[in-house]
């Protein structure tokens, strides 16, 4: 069996030159053992290396891939989302990366290096929002990438006066209210089977809700399963 395969990188025995194995020689009878093709970092043109004359590079185990996306923090405190190219130990036997930043190659140390994960939600998704004591519905307007370690956006709130409320991925989930309404406003109903109210405005929350009138009684917001429609018509009677 081979020492080495196509694609091996390796080093010469004097420990002078690095390369990368592009064709193999099976040992024949005429040939005491196995050649290697090897294209040299320092060289221009590849050249025959007997296998007692190569070593073999243990790869190290690298924290990124090739292509993968990563943080790194620029020199005004910035954070860019950026795409490693190649990767390699340095001489110091520093794990490095290069990585493209808009038309520049640049190496960077992987301790400079953070993961990155694609956003969960875009703009323009409808989302709610776990706000102080209440859930809160609205839109993204914007994907943030200003911090390392957790993912921010602005939430456009529905029905608030501003905008471009600021969160963080794990208080955010997708809108899952139900497009339909049971009721609707000037519908009158019974709360909990007893008191009968007319429903004077519709809230969209994580369950229905409607403000409901009681005459002179303080309007009061009720959950949809807490509701049942009432035949105005019985008031008549």
């Known amino acids: 069996m ?24 099976e040992k024949q009878d005429w040939m005491p053992e196995t050649v290697y093709t090897v294209e040299w970092i320092t060289r221009t043109v590849a050249a025959n290396w007997p296998e007692h004359n190569l070593e073999k590079i243990e790869e190290p185990n690298f924290k990124f891939k090739i292509s993968d996306k990563v943080k790194v923090v620029d020199a005004d405190g910035k954070i860019n989302v950026v795409t490693i190219v190649n990767r390699f130990i340095s001489d110091s036997r520093i794990e490095m990366y290069d990585v493209r930043i808009i038309n520049l190659v640049i190496s960077i140390p992987v301790e400079h290096l953070f993961e990155y994960k694609e956003p969960k939600f875009k703009v323009g998704d ?25 993912q921010e956006y602005l939430v456009d709130i529905d029905g608030a006066q501003s905008n471009g409320f600021c969160y963080v991925e794990q208080e955010i989930k997708p809108d899952d209210r139900s497009p339909e309404f049971k009721f609707k406003v000037g519908d009158y109903v019974t709360v909990n089977g007893e ?42 009677l």
């Open 126 to 150: 409808k989302v709610r929002v776990n706000g102080y004591e209440r859930l809160y519905y609205g839109k993204i307007s914007a994907v943030l990438n200003r911090k390392i370690h957790f």
């Open 195 to 236: 008191s009968v109210g007319k429903i004077i405005s519709i809230h969209p929350t994580y369950e229905n809700q409607y403000k409901v009138e009681f005459g002179s009684k303080l309007n009061r917001f009720y959950k949809e399963r807490d509701l049942k429609f009432f035949d105005r018509e019985l008031l008549l």
């Open 2 to 25: 081979n020492k080495f395969k196509v694609g091996d990188r390796v080093i010469s025995k004097n420990k002078l030159e690095k390369g990368k194995i592009v064709q193999v020689f």
